[in-house]
């Protein structure tokens, strides 16, 4: 049997020169300064004679109607560029999950932990890249399956983690968390987050969870404003199956949501199950030069950092 443990051997850094052909643009439209940074990628790619494909909002967005294009056909470029913050790194790397697709994170304001270069030194790394001075790194992703009587109805993919909480009701609820079957956690709580060592920095961290570094092969599971001081973050192996579950309130009914990546979600009903477990695919995130997680870690956290 293939472990996590096995499989930790692979999330390593891998030098490619694949040619670039097809390329693909993700955008936060929402974001300042994104058109400036659209136009000047798009100035890049055309003097490369490649194809730009661009989902059908940005492509109105920026008046390219013939760039237009599906998002399954997207997924399948050599390249993805995800211009904005950490979520649109987080949409690329479900996008791409099951192709393998490169992604390129880059920077257009915000906090930016997963993305690798600013929109104004976008012209450069797409040079690097087009002359194969780059690498990919693969950080693994995680399955988030929802079974309802017991047969499987929703499934989608999380880089960063996924979340059972309460859905617009304010008041606790109690929730049933499970590792491999063995009941580890009963508590009323806002929620329950299950995440990767690469979503140890997102909501976990404001959670009061621990940060993880990305190729430690752990979950990490994570109450959200339990009522009660003992029900602390636990650590445990990513060969482990974690079950979540909120049980029906005396009025029979449920009010809770899965989350993925804080990005996609399904509204649970009574009796339904929330399992997590690793998945066999990864995001594969384009890296210029020697990626130094403690450092970038010390510069986002300010750690060490004085005025």
Known sequence: MRTIANRAKEVETMNTTNPIKRVGVLAALHKPNIEMALQRV?????????????????AEFIRRPTAATHPDDIATADLILALGGDGCVLSAARMTAQHNTAILGVRVGGFGFLSEVDWHNVEEALTLIQDGKHSIEKRWLVEALVQRDGQPIWMAYALNDVVVTHSASPRLHMFEVRVNGEMLLE???????????????AYSLSAGGPIVLPDANVFLITPVCAHVLYARPVVTSADAVVSVRVPPT???????????????NLRLLPEDEVLVKTSTHYAHLVRLGKFQFLERLRQKLKWGYRD
Not at 187 to 201: E, H, R
């Open 250 to 264: 005396k009025m029979g009914d449920v009010d809770a949501t899965v989350m993925v990546d804080g990005q996609v």
């Open 187 to 201: 508590v009323f709580a806002d929620g329950i987050i299950v995440a990767t060592p690469t979503g140890s920095t």
């Open 42 to 58: 798009l100035r890049v790619l055309d003097a490369w004679g490649v194809q730009v494909m661009l989902p059908t909002e940005c």
